[in-house]
């Protein structure tokens, strides 16, 4: 059974930085692409970045362009998020997902195409 924990989550101000963590147990993230989604109150969930299980293909969705850095360490098989700059407008649940089986450098950036879910780490940024 898969089970995704996201956390890192917590109240800043703007301009600060956060790093969330993705820790997935019963999966490898040497063979999963990790996506990051967010959803704000009353939004839609949106595509944030991903990361190929090359460790490569890393895809910034268009809201956080230049002001994200998603990495990963094999070792504690966890995933990062880390975001500089922030907004009150990226107040949302963060959420991720992993998706095993996808060709090299592949990410997708919908949520139906990605497979295993995390409860989300609320992230809010106060002006």
């Known amino acids: 059974q898969v089970h995704v924990v996201e956390s890192g989550g917590g109240l800043v101000q703007a301009g600060d930085s956060l790093t969330l963590s993705c820790a997935p147990s019963?999966?490898?993230?040497?063979?999963?692409?990790v996506a990051w989604f967010r959803q704000a109150p009353g939004k839609e969930r949106e595509f944030v970045a991903g990361?190929?299980?090359?460790?490569?293909?890393?895809v910034d969705g268009d809201s956080v362009k230049g002001r994200i850095t998603i990495a990963r360490d094999l070792a504690k098989n966890t995933a990062y998020l880390q975001m500089d700059k922030l907004k009150p407008e990226d107040t949302a649940v963060y959420y991720c997902?992993?998706?095993?089986?996808?060709?090299?450098?592949?990410?997708?950036?919908?949520?139906?195409?990605?497979?295993?879910w995390g409860q989300g780490t609320r992230v809010t940024v106060s002006s």
């Open positions: 019963g999966r490898s993230l040497s063979g999963d692409t």
């Open positions: 990361i190929s299980w090359t460790g490569g293909g890393i």
């Open positions: 997902a992993v998706t095993p089986r996808l060709p090299a450098g592949v990410v997708h950036a919908s949520v139906r195409g990605n497979d295993y």
